[in-house]
């Protein structure tokens, strides 16, 4: 179960702040953020070597994608396709509502239950596909949200119960100060459903974090840091 905390703030000079953990199979080979798909220009997302596709990624146009499994989907599945090309496909699109648009008329049931986030400088939209029909989109409000394997701010996950209030409460992040969040991220207080930095058990845990800025003009930050938030430094996804 991946972790994704948007905040949202109209007006400011950086409208969308965005991080998240991903949880994964300790053994499951993944490459940091970096331009992976030649016939995807623009596109720097990690990649799952397994898959091929990725957990998040960013276009050209300051769009951003993410997925994650619903609750009892862990893992492929016999004649499901890879979840991972979801953002993928998502980062073909100029805006995170065209991106979300599209989404909305795939056919679900070709993937296990997924969510997704989609933002950019206007907003985001978390898109739940239940494994059959369409995935349905939702725009989110302005403030903080937290999404798991359940939908936004659902307090029946231990891990939002646990940790959205933190989250609303702390000191919101800029682009050179991500002090408040970033210890968040980094805590493995908890039992197992509310670690929101998941300590390694039964080959499972969290292995990498990512921290986002949209501004409302210029060129977006994104933080990588390529293992577990608490011993793992953040560096730019951006190669210079």
Do not use: Y
Not at 178 to 188: G, K, N
Not at 210 to 229: D, K, N
């Amino acid at each position: 179960m991946c972790t994704v905390t948007i905040l949202f703030r109209p007006g400011h000079a950086w409208p969308l702040v965005l991080a998240a953990n991903r949880d994964e199979r300790l053994d499951r080979a993944w490459d940091p953020p970096g331009e992976w798909w030649p016939d995807r220009p623009g596109v720097i997302a990690g990649r799952d070597r397994s898959g091929g596709g990725t957990w998040m990624g960013i276009n050209g146009q300051g769009v951003v994608a993410t997925v994650l499994n619903r609750q009892g989907s862990l893992g492929p599945a016999p004649g499901k396709r890879s979840r991972g090309e979801l953002p993928l496909m998502a980062l073909e699109h100029k805006t995170a509502a065209a991106a979300a648009a599209a989404m909305t008329r795939l056919d679900a049931g070709q993937w296990r239950g997924f969510n997704m986030v989609l933002a950019d400088a206007t907003g985001a939209v978390f898109l739940r596909g239940a494994g059959q029909g369409h995935p349905h989109a939702f725009p989110l409000e302005p403030g903080v949200h937290m999404v798991t394997a359940h939908d936004p701010n659902d307090l029946e996950s231990p891990r939002v119960a646990k940790h959205l209030p933190r989250f609303q409460a702390a000191a919101a992040p800029e682009p050179g100060d991500w002090t408040a969040w970033t210890a968040i991220l980094a805590d493995r207080s908890g039992d197992a459903g509310e670690q929101i930095n998941v300590e390694p058990r039964a080959g499972f845990g969290t292995v990498c974090s990512s921290l986002v800025a949209l501004p409302s003009g210029g060129a977006p930050v994104w933080l990588f840091a390529a293992g577990a938030p608490h011993v793992a430094v953040f560096h730019s996804a951006f190669r210079t």
